[in-house]
């Protein structure tokens, strides 16, 4: 998901609907808008669908004025499975003592099922079925006499990832679990401030990027005192997700001060090096696979061309969250450049293979326009984990290699040769010269080493084993 929050300008909607709009890759099921003003009080609309299409219309720009709000951008990965609901729809609003707040979340938190328990036996009365929505109910329960007080209170109780963007009549609030495991950057734009998943939401609102917002921080934001950061959780090495950089983020956006789309470009040619092979085209599986397809024919020598052509009026797949939808999505939104690759070696690049419906389709289809040999290279090591961190990955049986060799999955794809990076590939092309430490992992890799660096306790109930 994507979150965005801004304070002090004249209309805190436009500003957040741009910002979303910037964040649309985050999620694409459905966003949300909340926004204060001091005469008409709170004001929310939740919509599903894409944000050009809900958040440019005037009349429903002109039920959220204010100068401070907050928004975010969906796609499921807890609650309700499958489509989404209006009412998991966020950001979440209540009132309670000390006023009222609003929260938009991105992350999972991996306690959700036992602190919704919990709450609706003490009398908390849940409107959704989102894990985020236990951070509202945390905080009305809260004793504390001010809302970021009992916000610390409230997240203290979560485990899991969760990056929050948060709002209060006059505040603006922002806060990383202690692993900062989802990003969450500052930006300043005039006299206000801003929030955002994503640094490529400063640039479209034309914000000036001031900081990250540092794992295990909180950030309270007003117009009257500026920027105090608060130290809620005990401190721990940060543990930011490596998925985020392979394919999740924005190539424009800048992750822990590297550009995302240089590091996937250094994982195409990590690739290169690990796992050469003769050809006579580099192709990307577009978009998410181009800055590595790049890498790679920068590194190996051999040309890059464009062998499979994206229909820009396609979401992304993986975000769709159903199968059968999956299964044709791939033919709605990608084609076989059918001059280019007949007769020919093309090495294919893409960023992952989770199921491999996506790796499946594409080699049927290449194959039948005629080309030669199919290589494919894949710029993340073999999924073999579901992640319970806020990316929706499918249960473990559904991932090709949690049951899968390398060998076997090439076998069954029916191509030619199939490689992944490696692990410390990875790393390497993220920055870690030396690799991954295994004493101290420098990142979040679960996905690919199972290795989850906040126990997945929700999921252990449900039978699910480490
Ligand atoms: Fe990111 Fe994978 Fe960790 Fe999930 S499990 S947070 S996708 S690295
Ligand atoms: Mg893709």
Redesign the pocket.
């Known amino acids: 998901c994507g979150v965005f929050g801004v304070v002090g300008v004249s209309s805190a909607a436009n500003f957040t609907a741009l910002g979303l709009h910037a964040l649309q890759h985050r999620g694409q099921e459905a966003g949300g808008i909340v926004v204060h003003d001091p005469e008409q009080g709170f004001n929310t609309v939740r919509r599903f669908g894409y944000v050009r299409d809900n958040f440019t219309q005037q009349d429903v720009m002109d039920m959220l004025p204010g100068p401070i709000g907050i928004g975010h951008v969906r796609y499921s990965t807890s609650g309700s499975k499958g489509a989404t609901a209006i009412r998991d729809v966020q950001p979440f609003f209540g009132e309670f003592a000390m006023g009222g707040a609003a929260i938009a979340h991105n992350g999972n938190i991996t306690n959700a099922d036992s602190l919704r328990r919990e709450l609706i036996e003490r009398g908390s009365i849940f409107q959704s079925s989102s894990d985020s929505e236990c951070i509202i109910h945390l905080m009305a329960r809260s004793l504390q006499r001010n809302i970021p007080e009992r916000m610390k209170d409230a997240l203290r109780r979560v485990e899991g ?1 969760f990056s929050v963007v948060a709002m209060t009549r006059t505040k603006l609030i922002g806060v990383r679990d202690p692993l900062g ?1 989802r990003p969450l950057v500052l930006g300043k734009v005039g006299d206000g401030w801003v929030l955002s998943s994503e640094t490529c939401a400063l640039d479209i609102i034309g914000a000036e990027f001031i900081r990250e917002v540092e794992p295990g921080e909180m950030v309270v934001i007003s117009e009257k005192d500026g920027i105090v950061s608060h130290r809620p959780f005990e401190a721990k090495k940060p543990r930011f ?4 950089h392979v394919y999740f983020s924005r190539p424009d956006s800048i992750l822990g001060g590297q550009s995302v789309y240089s590091t996937r470009e250094n994982i195409g040619r990590e690739l290169a090096k690990e796992a050469p092979v003769d050809a006579d085209l580099v192709c990307p599986v577009p978009d998410s696979g181009t800055p590595a397809a790049i890498g790679y024919s920068l590194e190996s020598g051999i040309p890059y061309a464009m062998g499979i052509i994206r229909n820009q009026y396609m979401g992304r797949t993986f975000i769709e969250p159903s199968e059968s939808i999956r299964n044709m999505g791939v033919r709605l939104k990608l084609n076989v450049n059918r001059a280019l690759v007949r007769g020919k070696r093309i090495i294919l690049v893409d960023d992952s293979v989770v199921r491999g419906t996506t790796s499946h389709k594409i080699k049927e289809m290449i194959l039948e326009a005629g080309a030669a040999e199919v290589h494919f290279r894949i710029a993340s090591p073999p999924t073999a984990w579901p ?1 319970f ?3 929706d990955t499918p249960q473990r049986e559904k991932l090709l290699a949690a049951t899968m060799s390398t060998e076997e999955m090439r076998e069954h794809l029916g191509v030619d040769s199939l490689k992944f990076i490696s692990l410390d590939g990875l790393y390497r092309a993220v920055g870690e010269a030396k690799g991954r430490d295994p004493a101290s992992p420098q ?5 690919f080493s199972g290795d989850y660096p906040v126990e997945p306790s929700d999921q252990i109930h449900k039978g699910f084993q480490l």
């Open positions: 990832a495991v997700c490596i998925f985020e992640c961190y806020g990316v990142y979040c890799d679960a996905c």
